[in-house]
């Protein structure tokens, strides 16, 4: 049995998993619940993990992988088909294999074309050449639209589970939602992955990393060129 607290916060989790592919920061958790500190959202994580429900991943930064929901969020309290929405290259899941049309981190893999590297950071010249290719579940891909992958370079999206080296798979748009994690051009030459926010006529770039300041700029002056949709990581 949960508390209402840790079910709000799993449901936070789960959704934002299944959104962006990776989990809130600690800071965004805090807000959703309205808690003062990020001492409570501690707590709750610990308990939820305690219960079987979450598990943190060692070695990544608020890394949060979700291992089975319960009925009021579309789980089974004992289920052991939940596939986790935290992909990690090279890795098997060991639970029951699933037919293709049920489990969509299943479906063929398909080749995606590298952009080279994107600062997480402070903003590095626009990519436009292709390096390589890198093959991503079909899960991770739309139907209708146009994908991309880079080569993360930098620590200053740590926080929201993305690390120097890590491939994000990116779908091309050109408009985002405050929260969006995106792929943004500043001033027309240079390249950065950052939670996106519109305030008024300005645009603020929000790093996941307190290192980092978030970096204000006129709206003329940013350009999304897409979305974070998946994250990949080879060790």
Known sequence: MLTKKQLQLLEFIHKRLQRDGVPPSFDEMKVELD????????????????????????????????IRLPDSLGGAPDAQGFAPQVIDGGQTQSAPPAPAAADP??????????????????????????????????????????????EVKGDSMIEAGINDGDIVVIRETGTADNGDIVVALVEGH?????????????????????????????EDQVQIQGQLVGLIRTY
């Open 105 to 150: 981190m299943r479906q063929a893999a398909v080749e995606l074309p590298v952009m080279g590297r994107i600062a997480a950071g402070v903003p590095i010249e626009a990519i436009s050449q292709v390096s390589h290719q890198v093959a991503v579940p079909g899960g991770m891909i739309a139907p209708n639209g146009q994908h991309f992958a880079l």
């Open 190 to 218: 240079e390249a950065t992955l950052k939670r996106y926010q519109r305030q008024g006529s300005m645009i603020a770039l929000e790093a996941a990393n307190p290192a980092y300041e978030t970096r204000h700029y006129p």
């Open 35 to 66: 808690l003062r500190s990020k001492s409570g959202i501690h707590r709750l994580i610990t308990a939820l993990e305690e219960r079987g429900f979450i598990r943190r991943l060692p070695h990544r930064a608020r890394a949060i992988e979700i």
